[in-house]
């Protein structure tokens, strides 16, 4: 059974960097076949998909163009897990974070984490 | 961006009832459609990928249907852990888009 465990700060100060971790267990974050991505959801942007990194060989990312120039999500093999980093915020970016995983399911996002609220304030 | 509407945005439908949810794709996405369950405090839930294949472990009272822009997530007989919100999810082009999401209540 494959589970992903979040963690993180809930609060972030505008223009700092929002950080998160995803845990991955019952899989590896090397798999050929994954990928591991970062979602959103917040009441004015609804669900929104921002990045995945993925392993075919080498290393991949691919980002949404919204977040493009602000984000960073690496994998840690040591620890089987990856993170989002998300430069210069504000408060659009409040929103849930939640990791998940796809590649097993089509391209459907079939494992989550359980979401961590994260709040840009001062 | 290929843009995801559904409707409606609220079912209002009693338990046992038969609820029939709509998708549309602002263009096509072949059959990679995917359907979602979301309860308040929850992540999604996986139902329905490939736009008609269910997930493990989903009851077979869920289905879907459809291909191209026109998508189907029909619950027929509703019970009452149901009631929730539900989104669709295109998977055929960059970035992944969801729909706004369908209320399903009492």
């Known amino acids: 059974q494959v589970q992903l465990q979040q963690s993180g700060p809930g609060l972030v100060k505008p223009s700092q960097t929002l950080s998160l971790t995803c845990a991955i267990s019952g899989d590896s974050v090397s798999s050929n076949r994954a990928a591991w991505n970062w979602i959103r959801q917040s009441p004015s942007r609804g669900l929104e998909w921002l990045g995945r990194a993925y392993y075919r060989s080498t290393w991949y990312n691919d980002f949404a163009v919204s977040v493009k120039s602000r984000i960073t999500i690496n994998p840690d093999t040591s620890k089987n897990q990856f993170s989002l980093q998300l430069n210069s915020v504000t408060p659009e970016d409040t929103a849930i974070y939640y990791c998940a995983r796809s590649g097993h399911t089509g391209e459907a996002y079939d494992y989550w984490g359980q979401g961590t609220l994260v709040t840009v304030s001062s | 961006e290929i843009v995801m509407t559904q409707s409606p945005a609220t079912l209002s439908v009693s338990p046992g009832e038969r609820a029939t949810l709509s998708c549309r794709a602002s263009q096509s996405v072949s059959s990679n459609l995917a359907w979602y369950q979301q309860k308040p405090g929850q992540a999604p839930r996986l139902l329905i990928y490939?736009?008609?294949t269910r997930a493990t472990g989903v009851p077979a009272r869920f289905s879907g249907s459809g291909s191209g822009t026109e998508f189907t997530l029909t619950i027929s007989s509703l019970q009452s852990e149901d009631f929730a919100v539900y989104y669709c999810l295109q998977c055929n082009n960059w970035p992944r888009t969801f729909g706004q999401g369908t209320k399903v209540e009492i």
């Open positions: 490939g736009a008609s």
